[in-house]
């Protein structure tokens, strides 16, 4: 089924990293989601409201939020896909992100008012009719949201959407949710037990876990999380392959929503080489990983790998630095001699979990490198970088 409705309404559907595709691919997901959930949702109003089901009519109204949802998804698709302007030079793709925490808060909303009508139902129950029609159109609807799910869960992996993977979960949440409500309706029948309100707290309170969970989702990418270590470890292996590129460091990976990935990094080339040479390398580096859908900025950094004294010194701190056990690693590493003393400069990338201050991190290292060198005047001069990959 999914597979039908992909060929009928997506023109070259196989070309996912089109925006143009992409676009076309949230527009038929979320016109799907408004009319499976106009018809599931319409359809337990009534019966809830005919049988005086609150259980039902709660599950009916979170079909209906999930309309309203199709709706705010299905707009901040077409918005997402809006060209780079003035105002915004990274494009719009993050409007996905948006549409996500607009999602939470209603559903967040729906959960709370269903809360109040399911208490009152417990402190004031009432026997509930026992109706086939409804028992039809809950199975109905399980089978339906069972299909969403699915549908949902495939666009959502073929084009890569936050959005449409939640909304699939959504749908997972709605079969578990209309599954009880079932539950409910049969043991009320058969044992006349009054279930109907105590049944429609339990849906409010999934309801409202599901907004919050939501929340927490969308909510990460917009404050900046990691980069995926998948890409990441990629990305490191691809750019080791070049020949002349000696070392990488300081790699930062920013993203602007699907499609949309900007990232730095700095290349560490030999110093003799010609830089017009080695300037040229970044370039070619930049362009295959345009062709990539990464927008990446390639800093050139030369170093001496021919100066014997150089290369043992470097060799011995990156030990020192590597005796910590905190994932620290070191780059940019040079040698300063002077009348009285030498400086020994280079930057430590520090990972978000390091148990060492910042000063004290120098203090010590400048401890460890006077331990190691007693004969010698060492001065460390340690700048402090974040990793911001966790790469060691």
Not at 172 to 189: G, P
Not at 224 to 251: F, S
Request: glycine share 8%; net charge negative.
């Amino acid at each position: 089924m999914t597979r039908l409705l992909v060929r009928m309404f997506i023109r070259d559907y196989q070309n996912v990293k089109d925006p143009e595709v992409r676009t076309a691919y949230g527009r038929l997901a979320g016109l799907v989601g408004i009319v499976c959930n106009l018809l599931l949702g319409g359809g337990k109003v009534l019966a809830g409201i005919i049988f005086s089901s609150i259980s039902v009519l709660a599950d009916g109204i979170n079909n209906l939020s999930d309309a309203t949802s199709s709706v705010v998804t299905l707009v901040c698709f077409k918005m997402s896909s809006r060209p780079a302007d003035k105002e915004h030079p990274f494009g719009h793709a993050r409007m996905e992100y948006v549409s996500g925490l607009v999602v939470a808060m209603l559903i967040i909303m729906v959960g709370f008012s269903l809360a109040q009508s399911s208490f009152e139902k417990i402190i004031h129950p009432e026997e509930t009719p026992f109706s086939w029609l409804s028992v039809g159109i809950l199975i109905a609807s399980i089978l339906v949201k069972a299909w969403m799910m699915l549908f949902n869960r495939s666009i959502g992996k073929r084009i890569d959407s936050t959005a449409l993977i939640a909304t699939s979960a959504d749908s997972r949440n709605d079969v578990v949710a209309t599954s009880a409500v079932l539950l409910s309706a049969l043991i009320s029948k058969w044992s006349g037990l009054r279930l109907d309100g105590w049944m429609g707290m339990a849906i409010a309170l999934f309801i409202l876990i599901s907004g919050i969970n939501l929340i927490r989702d969308t909510l990460s990418p917009l404050l900046g999380e990691a980069p995926n270590p998948q890409l990441v470890h990629e990305t490191m292996m691809r750019l080791r392959k070049y020949d002349g590129v000696l070392g990488i460091h300081d790699l930062m990976v920013h993203d602007y929503g699907p499609g949309r990935c900007f990232a730095t990094v700095h290349v560490e080339v030999d110093a003799r080489e010609d830089v017009m040479k080695s300037h040229d390398l970044c370039d070619i580096i930049e362009r295959d990983f345009e062709a990539t859908g990464i927008h990446l900025v390639v800093h050139m950094d030369p170093i001496v790998i021919d100066d014997t004294e150089l290369n043992e010194l470097r060799k011995n701190v990156v030990r020192i630095i590597a005796s910590f056990n905190q994932g620290l690693t070191m780059h940019d590493f040079r040698m300063v001699k002077g009348y009285s003393h030498t400086n020994l400069i280079f930057d430590v990338a520090v990972p978000s979990g390091c148990s060492i201050g910042e000063q004290e991190l120098k203090n010590q290292i400048q401890e460890k490198v006077r331990e190691a060198y007693p004969e010698k005047n060492y001065y460390t001069v340690v700048g402090i970088d974040h990793n911001y990959t966790e790469l060691v």
